[in-house]
């Protein structure tokens, strides 16, 4: 039997003269988080401090506000943005793109790197395994505001989930194929699917699994590029899996008739982290010892 979204209101907190909605909060979490695991990190590393995990974290909030937010409209709703350039700002109304934030964070990461004199891929190798759990925070955040839903399913699976904000989508769908007549309930007046929760397939795999692998894996030393190398195999492959549970976003035809634009621009994360995790093992680079 499958579920009704709960409507949870998008704004966490209201005190009159402003609103915090939880999409933001989602983000204020992982970036503390981020800066707390980091900070753990510096227990075993002599190479990396407080004072430039504080530096670490901002350069690294910033790349992810800007790049995600950028990449999102580009990547996805460029048509809005010409029609309306102040979409870019509406950040609370969600709207985040992972490959953007992922490219925007690199610049960042560069940034930072050429500040303290580092190779960027040992800032990198140190603060991936700090990114996942930002990555979980942002997709119960999409849960949250019941964006990003899941693909309709016929399959008998008891966490099937109907969306109410999928309303419009699901009348479409039902009018384009009658055959789906029999999956829909009518809820609050208006006629539902059921669908896969793929925010929280997501969270699962990018943000918990990811997490402890890139934890265990990184708390030993690894040759450069080892680490980064994980991340981009690890999320290129979770990202490319749970997107076919996932509805495409509106507006773009799947890829040869089955691949989503996610799973389009995690290929190339996966084929360079590939790359990579040969080049860390041939070169044998290490940053870091274990007293």
């Not at 010409?82 to 985040?96: D, H, K, Q, S």
């Not at 925007?104 to 990114?131: E, H, R």
């Not at 691949?259 to 982290?273: D, R, T």
């Amino acid at each position: 039997m499958a579920i009704v979204h709960p409507q949870i209101d998008p704004v966490a907190l209201d005190l009159g003269f402003i609103q915090l909605h939880w999409y933001g909060l989602m983000y204020l979490l992982a970036f503390a988080a981020a800066y707390g695991l980091a900070l753990l990190r510096t227990k075993s590393r002599d190479d990396f401090t407080a004072e430039m995990v504080s530096d670490l974290v901002f350069f690294g909030s910033v790349g992810v506000i800007l790049g995600g937010r950028i990449g999102y409209v580009i990547l996805y709703n460029f048509s809005e943005f010409i029609a309306n350039p102040t979409y870019l700002f509406r950040v609370w109304e969600g709207g985040m793109s992972f490959h953007g934030g992922f490219v925007g964070v690199l610049v960042a990461m560069w940034f930072f790197a050429k500040k303290y004199q580092k190779s960027a891929f040992t800032v990198l190798d140190f603060i991936a395994p700090c990114v996942p759990t930002g990555l979980l925070f942002g997709r119960i955040g999409n849960f949250i505001n019941g964006e990003l839903w899941g693909r309709v399913s016929d399959s008998n699976i008891s966490h099937l989930m109907y969306f109410p904000q999928a309303a419009h989508a699901d009348l479409a769908l039902i009018n384009s194929d009658s055959s789906l007549q029999a999956l829909a309930q009518n809820i609050g007046g208006y006629l539902l699917l059921p669908r896969h929760p793929s925010q929280l397939y997501q969270a699962f795999t990018e943000g918990v699994l990811l997490f402890i692998f890139l934890w265990w894996f990184s708390s030993k030393p690894r040759p450069r590029y080892a680490v980064s190398a994980l991340f981009l195999l690890g999320y290129g492959c979770s990202r490319f899996t749970t997107e076919f549970f996932r509805q495409p976003d509106v507006g773009y035809e799947l890829i040869f008739g089955w691949m989503s634009k996610g799973q389009l621009y995690s290929l190339p994360m996966i084929v360079f982290g590939v790359i990579l995790m040969v080049m860390a093992y041939k070169n044998k680079v290490y940053d870091w010892q274990k007293a």
